[in-house]
């Protein structure tokens, strides 16, 4: 094949798997044309297209396909098929693996298809339960408290790097919903600049967790900076310290560093950077969204406390008090319309034209406190609500803009892409 110049296209080799990752082959193409016509043969889907792994991005452009690296990995798949990412991929290899978190999806599907049972035999349970022994319950390490650490992975050798790691999976699965949702919009599909937007705020959101280390310590009662809600609950229990551990390290530790370094020194997630239970291990219920104040019926819960507690635990909700899906998302999406289709908008409080989204405020909305509360199934109202988003464009005056910037300064893109 013939550039402009009339000399040949040099062969690049690249890899194909399909959706599923049952076999993949090293492929030698010089044009998509090639590529896709070799991958046919490897793959006999009909109507094949070609998807990157790495967000499901379709390639149909020549020029844009001439522009990626050498051992890229393709998916082959149908036209109209959902793509499994690489990250969602692993994420569920990582659920396959892990016995608790299959009782979880067999206690969800429970909840969906009987809600209300479901609810009852909750309350008849927690009325019902045995008192806890106080001293187990301050136990920390696998060797003193071995059955609690039945299913868990051989590397969690304390109480608090496991729920600290338990967190970090549900901020994580906000993660992997917020990306999915908005790639697979039809706006990121069908407008190239739209696109580059969207993986810049996926790449933000994924530096602010890593500065928060996932915001680990929600659930971890080592935690010395606990949640405002705590002080005002009267029956908060107290405990000696246990020894701070550390959550799963990422892994480039010093990139991690950095930005954690950078997000501590300007105070951006402070606030929200706290333990959501009592020293002993208690977790009160916040109440339902609609209300402001603590939950009446007093749900409480120790997952520090026993096996069966820590199991129950996984079915108390992070609840968005803005949702995730029908608000926060809907939002931000409009949000990048907006400044693709028009970007001549003036910032309503400097008057400058505005040049990206608030992205902090957004990050804020979908994975912290800020937004989140904690509340016990029965207080959990899954209905449509009216809290709307404070999301908006922002120009570069505004201090947002600037912290978030300097952000994405001090990180080092070559490193990040190892995260």
Not at 84 to 106: G, M, N
Not at 259 to 279: A, F, G, Q
Not at 319 to 336: A, G, K, Y
């Amino acid at each position: 094949m013939l550039n402009l110049f009339g000399t040949t296209k040099k062969m690049k080799g690249y890899k194909v798997t399909d959706n599923a990752r049952t076999k993949k082959y090293g492929i030698g193409a010089n044009s998509l044309k090639m590529l896709l016509d070799k991958a046919k043969l490897k793959f006999p889907i009909k109507d094949c297209h070609i998807y990157l792994s790495t967000d499901g991005f379709e390639v149909s452009d020549e020029d844009y396909f001439q522009s990626l690296e050498p051992q890229t990995l393709f998916i082959i798949a149908g036209p109209n098929e959902i793509i499994t990412t690489d990250s969602d991929f692993e994420y569920e290899k990582l659920r396959q693996r892990s016995p608790l978190l299959k009782v979880a999806d067999i206690i969800y599907e429970f909840i969906e298809r009987n809600p209300d049972k479901f609810k009852r035999m909750i309350c008849e349970y927690e009325k019902k339960k045995p008192q806890i022994d106080i001293e187990k319950t301050h136990l920390s390490l696998r060797s003193e408290h071995s059955e609690w650490f039945e299913g868990q992975e051989e590397r969690c050798n304390s109480k608090e790097e496991a729920m600290s790691r338990r967190a970090q999976d549900r901020i994580r699965s906000y993660y992997y919903k917020t990306k999915d949702e908005l790639t697979r919009n039809k706006l990121y599909r069908s407008n190239a600049k739209a696109r580059v937007m969207f993986d810049r705020i996926l790449e933000k959101f994924r530096y602010l967790l890593i500065g928060c280390d996932y915001f680990s310590m929600i659930f971890d009662r080592s935690c010395v900076k606990k949640h405002e809600f705590l002080k005002k609950n009267d029956n908060a229990e107290n405990a000696e310290d246990d020894d701070e551990t550390d959550a799963r390290p990422l892994p480039n530790k010093r990139l991690k560093q950095i930005i954690k370094e950078y997000t501590t020194k300007n105070e951006l997630l402070d606030e929200w950077s706290v333990s959501l239970c009592s020293d002993l291990g208690d977790f009160y219920c916040q109440g339902p969204y609609s209300e402001n104040q603590p939950c009446n019926k007093d749900h409480c819960i120790n997952p520090y406390a026993s096996r069966e507690n820590l199991i129950l635990f996984q079915v108390w909700n992070l609840d968005h008090q803005i949702e995730l899906s029908r608000t926060i998302l809907p939002s931000l999406i409009q949000n990048v319309r907006d400044l693709v289709e028009n970007p001549n908008q003036k910032c309503p409080i400097h008057k400058k034209r505005v040049v990206d989204i608030s992205v902090l405020e957004y990050f804020l909305e979908i994975f912290s406190l800020k937004n989140l509360k904690l509340v016990h199934i029965v207080c959990h109202e899954k209905v449509q609500r009216s809290n709307v988003s404070n999301g908006r464009l922002i120009c570069e005056n505004c201090h947002e803009y600037k912290i978030v910037k300097e952000l994405l300064d001090v990180s080092c893109p070559e490193e990040v892409d190892a995260c």
